[in-house]
């Protein structure tokens, strides 16, 4: 079974830094894409940033310049590095990988709550 677990959200003043881990776990044969996601209270899941097995990276307009997402394929992690933080991205944060175990699906970890004070 298939797990993805995120760490490393919390509590940050405007103009300040997290860094935010996803780590997967269980019988993985491949990673393909692998990405972050966000939620605010009354708004849609919009893509944060995605990464694929390569490197190469893409960013949401919004985030472009201030958040960077890196990966270790070794260690099946995905990590977000997002600097110059503002209360506009306040949100609960998802870790999002195409996973390939006896077949190719899209799964997703529980969550991190990320607060941006002004």
């Known amino acids: 079974q298939v797990q993805l677990v995120e760490s490393g959200g919390g509590l940050v003043q405007a103009g300040g830094s997290l860094r935010l881990s996803c780590a997967a776990s269980g019988i993985i044969f491949l990673i393909n894409d692998m990405r972050w996601y966000r939620q605010a209270p009354g708004k849609q899941r919009e893509l944060v940033a995605s990464?694929?097995?390569?490197?190469?990276?893409t960013y949401a307009g919004s985030v472009q310049g201030r958040f960077t997402i890196s990966r270790d394929n070794a260690k099946n992690t995905v990590s977000l590095q997002m600097n110059n933080l503002k209360p506009e991205d306040q949100a609960v944060y998802y870790c999002n990988a195409d996973i390939l175990t006896r077949r190719s699906d899209t799964y997703w970890g529980q969550g991190t709550q990320v607060t941006v004070s002004s």
């Open positions: 990464i694929t097995r390569g490197g190469s990276t």
